[in-house]
């Protein structure tokens, strides 16, 4: 059951993105995550971190390809791809803004460089937090996205909006997650 379109905020930071490159926010709606088809339920209706669930998945490590960062104060925003170590090929498209803020300066050393998904530097440290989704998606891919995953067509793409929290509810990161199909 489709329950609304999503509004600017549940899609930020992907909104940010699109307002920064003008082009429009996919076409997209909320829907309930019992409504989403196999495998994608399975990888996005959760409260734990999408790479160890995509590793798991795909049975290989995720490396990250930056496409756009930016950082302004504590927030530091990029556009990535979750890409399968062995061949390269993307899994996910993210848009993620993270509250440098809330990690020591090592750490913020190297999410900054760029060169690991935030999920697996958080567990690779044994930093503890939650994911809270704000809502699970069914988009159509814009011509960007459907690129990035090298799509020719028409798909239905599956996603979430979700947040990461560390201990005492902080805010470490605010994130939209699409899935290859």
């Not at 609304?4 to 909104?15: I, N, R, T, V």
């Not at 495998?39 to 996005?44: C, E, K, N, S, V």
């Not at 011509?143 to 996603?159: D, E, V």
């Amino acid at each position: 059951m489709i329950a609304a379109e999503p509004s600017a905020d549940l899609l930020f930071p992907l909104s940010h993105f699109c307002r920064a490159s003008a082009h429009p926010l996919p076409a997209c709606e909320v829907i309930d995550g019992a409504a989403m088809p196999e495998p994608f339920r399975t990888l996005l209706v959760h409260h734990g971190d999408m790479t160890s669930r995509l590793e798991e998945f795909h049975r290989a490590p995720m490396t990250l390809r930056v496409l756009h960062r930016e950082t302004g104060g504590d927030a530091y925003r990029r556009e990535v791809l979750l890409c399968k170590a062995d061949d390269g090929s993307p899994v996910e498209y993210g848009a993620i803004e993270i509250n440098l803020a809330a990690f020591d300066e090592p750490l913020r050393a190297e999410i900054l460089e760029g060169r690991q998904p935030l999920g697996g530097l958080l567990n690779r440290r044994g930093i503890r937090y939650r994911s809270e989704p704000r809502g699970f998606l069914k988009l159509a891919p814009d011509s960007a996205m459907g690129a990035h995953f090298g799509l020719a067509g028409s798909h239905t793409l599956y996603g979430r909006s979700n947040v990461l929290l560390g201990d005492g509810g902080r805010v470490l990161a605010r994130i939209v997650e699409v899935l290859r199909p």
